[in-house]
C-alpha cells in the first residue's frame, strides 16, 4: 500500500471504501510510510483486524535514496499494489513500471 503523505483524514471515506472491496482477500497489508497515507491506512487495519507490517526507509544507511530502494523491497514482497494519490509523482510511475514489468497486478486510486 503506498499513496502521498499528503493525504488526510478527509480521504479516509474513500480509503476506507476502496480497502473495504479488498477486506476478504486480505491476508495482510504492507505499508510504506507511517505518515500521510499510511496512517490511514494503517488505522484502517486496526480498526478491521487485518495484519500489517510497516516498511520504512532507512535514510541513516542510504541516504537519499532510502525511499526508492524501500519501494524495490516492498514491490518484491506483494501480490498486489494498491496505490492512492492525489496527483502525480515521479515515484508513483516507478513503481507502476515496476509492477508491469514483472505482470504484477495494481490499482491506482485518485482522491
Known sequence: MLGNQTIDILHYPQISAT??????DLSSVVIGSAKGIGALV???????????ELCLPNYQKYGDKAPRLRDELLLTEVDFLL?????????????????????????????
Open 42 to 52: 494503517l488505522e484502517w487495519c486496526e480498526e478491521n483486524k487485518i495484519m500489517y
Open 19 to 24: 480497502l473495504d472491496e479488498f477486506k476478504d
Open 83 to 111: 496505490c492512492f494519490c492525489d496527483g502525480f509523482r515521479v515515484s508513483h510511475k516507478h513503481l507502476l513500471q515496476y509492477m508491469i514489468k514483472h505482470e504484477k497486478p495494481y490499482r491506482v486510486v485518485h482522491l
